[in-house]
């Protein structure tokens, strides 16, 4: 009999229909045979909008993800960000350290982007970011994580 764990719930906002009722919920599947997985969905009870993952959780190579964006459809890339992940952003000499004990989260590149302008303007200068969020720039998105756990998803691939 496998086991599972809720490990993280949350409500969110949906990357596409934008309202407050994107429910995240990441599970611990142990089935005793194959080892453990991350299950991950999101699902919006607004829009319908559904996406769900697997992924192996005692896979302890690093992982890294590398995502080229090149205009305002690849913003709309969906990430799941898990917490022990590095995010760089080498074209605009930008490191966003992991959170230590903040839990994962699945967002898009955008959301990624804000947070970053969010976290950095009273600091800096982020007109650079906020034209990246634009799409007015090219730059790549650099996800590092030691325990392999992050991954992205293209926009346009969903699961109902
Ligand atoms: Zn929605």
């Known amino acids: 009999?496998?086991?599972?764990?809720?490990?993280?719930?949350e409500t969110l906002e949906c990357p596409i229909c934008h309202?407050?009722?994107?429910?995240?919920?990441?599970?611990?599947?142990?089935?005793g045979i194959t080892g453990k997985l991350l299950l991950s969905s999101s699902s919006c009870s607004t829009c319908g909008y559904k996406v769900?993952?697997?992924?192996?959780?005692?896979?302890?190579?690093?992982?890294i993800i590398e995502i080229k964006?090149?205009?305002?459809?690849?913003?709309?890339?969906?990430?799941?960000?898990s917490g022990f992940?590095?995010?760089?952003?080498?074209e605009l000499g930008l490191e966003d350290f992991p959170g230590g004990s903040s839990p994962g989260e699945i967002t898009t590149i955008e959301g990624i982007l804000e947070r970053l302008i969010e976290n950095l303007k009273d600091?800096?200068?982020?007109?650079?970011?906020e034209q990246a969020m634009r799409g007015d720039i090219k730059f790549t998105i650099i996800i590092e994580d030691p325990y392999?756990?992050?991954f992205a998803i293209k926009k346009n691939i969903t699961q109902s």
Request: aromatic share 8%; charged share 30%.
């Open 1 to 9: 009999m496998g086991k599972l764990e809720l490990i993280y719930e």
């Open 19 to 31: 309202n407050k009722t994107l429910l995240v919920t990441d599970y611990i599947y142990d089935s």
């Open 52 to 63: 769900a993952s697997e992924s192996p959780v005692e896979v302890n190579e690093e992982k």
């Open 69 to 81: 964006v090149n205009n305002e459809d690849d913003l709309g890339t969906l990430v799941y960000r």
């Open 85 to 90: 992940a590095m995010i760089r952003i080498p």
């Open 123 to 129: 600091f800096g200068d982020v007109s650079k970011l």
């Open 148 to 150: 392999g756990l992050s």
